[in-house]
């Protein structure tokens, strides 16, 4: 499948070479959601991202903002190539993707458009696609473009930086309920 996980080939094959072109995103969806046995304002999600291993297991600081009902059966957007983390015995292997509103009272999930598959691309017109492997390099680039993450005033997701550019799927763009804000 074009795009999947399991498919190494760049679907932008036009752009330039950017911090952006390094970082993995992929969509997914949540088959599990637990409590983290230790640290109150964490979820323990497993993320299917098509990939041969299975699902994917990632911790995320919802807990407060949206509910575990909410999240299990969710398509979500998932930052791939981060170093994996240790929380407290449980392994963290990368970031969901969500918006929130400027004072952060109010987080929503970045969901890719109805029927994607999970393990789809997340591409950026005007950027190649050659993300580097999990690890310190990904990390350094996702801190230098991270905050150039925010929705439109349509709830379109954006990269802001140069050439800006939506997140894209083959279906169209990912989306979030919150317009005009901040996506970490």
């Not at 304002?41 to 299917?48: A, G, Q, Y």
């Not at 909410?70 to 392994?91: Q, T, W």
Request: charged letters at 20%; hydrophobic letters at 35%.
């Amino acid at each position: 499948m074009e795009g999947s996980a399991t498919d190494s080939s760049p679907i932008e094959e036009e752009g330039i070479f950017s911090e952006l072109s390094r970082v993995e995103i992929r969509t997914g969806k949540i088959l599990e959601v637990s409590s983290h046995p230790t640290l109150e304002k964490i979820f323990v999600e497993k993320i299917d991202l098509n990939e041969e291993e299975g699902p994917r297991t990632i911790c995320s600081g919802l807990v407060g903002y949206v509910s575990e009902a909410d999240l299990i059966g969710a398509d979500v957007v998932v930052l791939c190539n981060l170093k994996p983390r240790d929380l407290e015995g449980v392994p963290s292997n990368g970031m969901v993707l969500c918006a929130s509103n400027d004072d952060h009272t109010m987080v929503k999930l970045v969901v890719p458009p109805s029927g994607t598959p999970a393990g789809t691309l997340v591409t950026f017109s005007g950027h190649l696609n050659k993300p580097d492997p999990a690890g310190n390099r990904a990390v350094k680039a996702w801190k230098k473009i991270g905050k150039s993450f925010f929705t439109d005033s349509d709830g379109v997701a954006c990269f802001t930086g140069e050439p800006s550019a939506p997140f894209m799927t083959p279906l169209g763009p990912c989306t979030s309920a919150i317009s005009s804000g901040p996506i970490s």
